[in-house]
C-alpha cells in the first residue's frame, strides 16, 4: 500500500511503501534511524540489520542527506514522537543519491540560506510556517465563507494608485503606464457594492526602500469590504476574524507551533473583543512613557507601535489618526475634520501593523477634494468615482497582510521566512 505520512495513521499494523527524503540519520552496527520527509510530514523509520540482512541495511547506512527513496515497512505507534509514530523498516530502494546537499543540520548565516531558500524550504521549522501560513489562509477563507463574503478577484495591472503614488511598481502595459497593484481595495469597493460582503486574497507589491523585519517588496492580503458597514462595524468583524484564525492553529497546527518552539500560552487568549485607542491618547501615552521624537500629526514607528501594544495582552486598535498621514480615501469622523475614521491593529509582542482599515468616503464631493489634493489624476479614477455617484452608501473595509499575521502566530522574528520565496530590497533570487 502506497501513502503518505500524513495519513501513515491509518496503517498501524500494516506494512505501506512511502516515497521519501532522508532529512537525517543516526546509525550504529546494528541499528540506523532515519528521519525522513515526503512533504506531508516527518517520519522516523528503524533499521534494524538482523531484520533486514546485510544488503538492506549497507543501503540504508550509506544514505545521503536528501537522497530520495521508496521505503516500505510497518506503521507502529510510537508514543515518545511528538508525531506519533514511527515505521520498522524492511526495505530501502533508492531513487537519487544526494551528493554534497548543502544545507547541512549545522548552523548556516542568513544569506547563505537566504540564497538557498530554494532548498531551506525543505527544513522541519520552514515546513512548520509554510503549514501554519496554509492554516491561515484556510481559516480566512472559512471565515469570509461562513459570514457570507463572496470571494472576488482584483487585478494585478492597475492604472491606479490607493496606496499614495510613491511606492509604485512601474510596468508598460503595451503603450499605456500600468503599477502593480498596490492593494484590491478600490476594486474591492465596486465589487462590494455588486456582492454586499465580498473579500479577496492576492499578491501586492510596494516598492518600499524599507528594510524591516516586517517589510516585504511583494506580499499577500487579505482584503475584505462590506456595504452597509460603518467604522465600528467593521472592528467587530476584524476582531472575530482574527481570533478565528488564531483559535484554528492553535487547534490544527499544534505540532507545527510546538516545532517552532512557540510560546501558545501568548495566543490562547486571543479572543474578541480587542482593545481600542484613538491616535491622540497614544501620542500622550507615549510622551508618558517618555517618547519625546514624536508629535501629534506623525505616524508611529516600530518602536513606537511596540511601546503600545506592550501595554495590551492583545491586539491593540489604534483609530482615528490625522486625516494628514493617511490616505485620500477615508472617511472623516463626524464631529472634527482633522481626524479619519481608521483604525491599524497592532499586534503584541512588537510584530507591528498587521491590519490597515477604514470607513469610505462616499460623497461624491467630498472624494473628489480629497483626489484634488493628493494631486491624483481624474481620468484614471473616473470609475471609482461611479461608486458614489450611484447609489452610494456607507461601506467600510480593511486588509490583512499576510506575512505579518504568519510572523506573529509562529513567533519568527523576520517577514522573510513567512512566505515561500520572499522578494525583499536587495533580493529577486531564488
Ligand atoms: O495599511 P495598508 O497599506 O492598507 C491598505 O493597503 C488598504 N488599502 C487595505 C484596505 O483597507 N483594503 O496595508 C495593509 C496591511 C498592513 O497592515 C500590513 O499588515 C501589510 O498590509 N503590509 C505589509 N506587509 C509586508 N510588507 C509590506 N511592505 C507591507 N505593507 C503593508
Ligand atoms: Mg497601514
Request: glycine share 6%; hydrophobic share 35%; charged share 25%.
Amino acid at each position: 500500500m502506497k501513502t503518505t505520512i500524513a495519513e501513515v495513521h491509518q496503517y498501524v499494523g500494516q506494512e505501506v511503501t512511502i516515497g521519501a527524503w532522508l532529512a537525517n540519520k543516526r546509525s550504529s552496527g546494528k541499528i540506523a534511524f532515519l528521519q525522513l520527509r515526503d512533504g506531508t510530514g516527518f517520519i522516523q523509520g528503524v533499521v534494524v540489520k538482523n531484520d533486514v540482512g546485510d544488503e538492506q541495511f549497507q543501503v540504508a547506512k550509506s544514505l545521503t542527506q536528501e537522497s530520495s527513496m521508496y521505503v516500505t515497512g510497518v506503521i507502529q505507534e510510537d508514543s515518545r514522537s511528538p508525531f506519533g509514530y514511527e515505521m520498522l523498516v524492511s526495505k530501502v530502494e533508492l531513487i537519487n543519491q544526494a551528493i554534497d546537499y548543502p544545507i547541512t543540520p549545522k548552523n548556516h548565516g542568513t544569506e547563505f540560506l537566504m540564497d538557498h531558500r530554494h532548498l531551506w524550504l525543505r527544513s522541519r521549522r520552514q515546513h512548520a510556517i509554510m503549514k501554519v501560513r496554509n492554516e491561515i489562509i484556510r481559516a480566512s477563507y472559512e471565515f469570509f465563507n461562513n459570514n457570507n463574503f463572496v470571494k472576488v478577484d482584483p487585478p494585478i495591472l492597475t492604472g491606479s494608485s490607493p496606496e499614495g503614488t510613491t511606492e509604485l511598481f512601474h510596468t508598460k502595459y503595451f503603450d499605456e503606464d500600468a503599477y502593480l497593484s498596490q492593494s484590491g481595495q478600490l476594486y474591492m469597493e465596486a465589487a462590494a457594492m455588486a456582492l454586499g460582503k465580498v473579500f479577496s486574497f492576492g499578491p501586492t507589491f510596494r516598492a518600499e526602500k524599507s528594510k524591516t523585519r516586517r517589510h516585504l517588496i511583494e506580499f499577500w492580503m487579505i482584503e475584505p469590504e462590506m456595504a452597509f458597514y460603518q467604522f465600528e462595524d467593521s472592528l467587530k468583524v476584524q476582531e472575530e476574524y482574527v481570533s478565528y484564525i488564531i483559535q484554528s492553529v492553535l487547534k490544527n497546527c499544534s505540532l507545527e507551533l510546538e516545532r517552532l518552539e512557540r510560546d501558545t500560552s501568548k495566543l490562547e487568549n486571543i479572543k474578541a473583543p480587542f482593545p481600542r485607542i484613538m491616535y491622540d491618547d497614544a501620542i500622550k501615552f507615549l510622551h508618558e512613557q517618555g517618547f519625546n521624537d514624536i508629535e501629534w500629526g506623525d505616524d508611529f514607528g516600530a518602536p513606537h507601535e511596540t511601546a503600545i501594544a506592550d501595554h495590551f495582552d492583545k491586539p491593540v486598535f489604534i483609530t482615528h489618526y490625522p486625516t494628514k498621514i493617511k490616505p485620500f480615501y477615508m472617511q472623516p469622523a463626524p464631529d472634527r475634520d482633522d481626524v479619519v475614521l481608521c483604525a491599524d491593529m497592532i499586534a503584541p509582542e512588537g510584530y507591528g501593523e498587521i491590519i490597515g482599515g477604514s470607513e469610505r468616503i462616499h460623497d461624491p464631493e467630498l472624494l473628489k477634494q480629497r483626489m484634488d489634493e493628493h494631486n491624483l489624476p481624474l481620468e484614471a479614477y473616473e470609475w471609482y468615482l461611479d461608486i458614489s455617484k450611484y447609489g452610494a452608501v456607507p461601506h467600510s473595509g480593511f486588509g490583512l497582510g499576510l506575512e505579518r499575521t504568519v510572523a506573529w502566530i509562529t513567533g519568527v522574528e523576520h517577514v522573510r521566512e513567512t512566505i515561500p520565496f520572499p522578494r525583499l530590497l536587495n533580493r529577486l533570487y531564488p
